[in-house]
């Protein structure tokens, strides 16, 4: 079936496969789009496999019903073109003059919409908000500043507010030019979302085949307008169309994301090495349950009785054994992910225990105290938090790594958060992981 290219995906990884690509692929089936996709790639790393997208993937969903597990694949076929910015610029600069082309969905991880000083003419510039808004600016004088040219923009990014931060980043390149700036401004529509589906990995490594939960959630703050143009929720997807955002966004990236992190901070020095296997386990498990519901979830705006609901749900989801969700993968980057999902959570309740304890647990990881634990954060944090490492200190050590991190607490913060994550500290020194969790959480 010829599909006309509808949509421009910025990233070709896993999450996308298996979340946007695969929404597509079933609208396009159940006949409520007629969507086809441009992938475009545009960090600099060299990926041959990924050019392979146009031949289609399947997307694997593992899920549980009435208490079976099922397992569900869904042939993607709807990807039809695909360039790289860093090895053919022109390419992408093609692909951005299709007139048919109204949508633009993104997930270049947290750290992709950032605004850097960048050159515009650079082939290509270096960030993916200076990229888009150099095809912007081409798309523009292509079409002779046509308002009907003008793109939707969906990002996927966890961060928030994400469609207004990149809106805010391209406005700010395009700036030195007001026609630009004026018909983006007035004619690119950027919406808030949050996405919600447990992808880890692929099928077998170095494949596009993609390995999923079944569960999915894309909350989309948004009118009639960005609904009549994406009806996914017409073919019974889960796709809402919500006045606000917010809410939902903070409830998932505390329980859900807040959980993972902590439990890939505590859980390894367990024994455990993915998300099911530390939900099995009795220590690891009665953490993650009592981490949401004694700390997360009182800190949440909404129904209790709806809190409690979503973690129990969630808490479900982390426990089904097809996914393999390694606990290494979602420690990347981790002390950033504890800043901005966990830290929250000791902000508003004044006191968190098992929220420090997962602090204090993924910096005595790094020095390498509670054996062989995944370590996959800045290089150079690492060794200086190691190099700082003084376990008869552990107040102060954790003042200087706290420094280290450069987080945004002011002084006061920085010495309750010490304090409270020393005795945490000194707790896993004295006690050992598994005693010092069971001391906590029972
Ligand atoms: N996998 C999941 O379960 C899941 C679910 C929801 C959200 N997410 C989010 O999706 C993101 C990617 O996850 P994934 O599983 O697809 O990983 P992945 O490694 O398969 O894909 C990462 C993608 O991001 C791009 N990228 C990385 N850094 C970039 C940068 N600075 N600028 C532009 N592009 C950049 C890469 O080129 C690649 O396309 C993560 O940030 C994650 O929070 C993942
Ligand atoms: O992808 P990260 O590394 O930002 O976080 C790891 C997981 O918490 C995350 O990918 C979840 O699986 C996802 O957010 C579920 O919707």
Redesign the pocket.
């Known amino acids: 079936m010829s599909l006309p290219t509808k949509v421009l995906q910025i990233?070709?990884?896993?999450?996308?496969r298996g979340?946007a690509d695969w929404m597509i692929q079933r609208g396009n089936d159940a006949g409520v789009l007629d969507h086809g996709v441009a992938v475009m790639?545009?960090?600099p790393r060299h990926d041959l496999r990924a050019a392979r997208i146009v031949d289609g993937f399947d997307v694997v969903l593992d899920g549980i019903r009435d208490g079976q597990p099922f397992t569900e694949t869904t042939r993607v076929t709807a990807v039809r073109e695909y360039a790289s910015a860093h090895d053919d610029w022109d390419a992408c600069l093609a692909l951005i003059r299709n007139p048919d082309l109204r949508l633009v969905v993104s997930?270049?991880?947290?750290?992709?919409i950032v605004y850097v000083d960048d050159d515009l003419t650079a082939r290509p510039p270096a960030?993916?908000p200076a990229k888009m808004t150099a095809l912007l600016r081409e798309r523009r004088r292509h079409f002779d500043g046509d308002p009907a040219a003008g793109l939707v923009f969906l990002p996927?990014?966890?961060i928030e507010d994400n469609g207004q931060a990149l809106r805010s980043a391209i406005l700010r390149h395009a700036r030195a030019e007001p026609d630009l700036a004026e018909w983006i401004a007035g004619h690119c529509r950027f919406y808030d979302t949050i996405?919600?589906?447990?992808?880890?990995g692929t099928v077998v490594p170095g494949g596009l085949d993609v390995r999923?939960e079944y569960y999915a959630s894309w909350a989309i703050a948004g009118d009639d307008a960005i609904r009549d143009e994406f009806p996914l929720d017409r073919a019974g997807l889960p796709v809402e169309f919500l006045r606000d955002i917010r809410p939902y966004r903070q409830k998932k990236v505390s329980v859900l994301n807040g959980a993972h992190t902590a439990l890939a901070a505590v859980a390894p020095a367990l024994g455990c090495r993915s998300v099911s296997e530390a939900m099995a386990h009795p220590v690891a498990g009665a953490y993650a349950r009592r981490l949401l519901t004694d700390e997360v979830l009182p800190t949440l705006p909404g129904r209790p009785q709806d809190l409690q609901r979503y973690a129990v749900a969630t808490l479900d989801r982390f426990a089904n054994p097809a996914l393999d969700h390694r606990l290494a993968d979602i420690a990347l980057n981790a002390t950033a992910k504890w800043h901005t999902r966990n830290l929250p959570v000791w902000r508003a309740a004044g006191t968190a225990p098992l929220t420090t304890f997962a602090l204090a647990a993924l910096l005595t990881g790094y020095t390498g105290a509670l054996g062989d634990v995944p370590v996959r954060d800045d290089p150079d944090v690492v060794t200086r938090i190691r190099a700082a490492f003084d376990p008869a200190e552990p107040r102060q050590w954790i003042t200087a790594a706290l420094h280290t991190l450069g987080w945004d607490l002011s002084d006061p913060e920085r010495d309750r958060l010490a304090t409270h994550t020393a005795e945490h500290v000194r707790t896993l020194l004295d006690l050992g992981p598994e005693k010092a969790v069971t001391a906590l959480a029972g």
């Open positions: 990233g070709a990884g896993n999450f996308l979340f790639r545009v960090t997930n270049t991880t947290d750290a992709g960030s993916f996927c990014e966890l996405v919600d589906r447990i992808v880890p999923g």
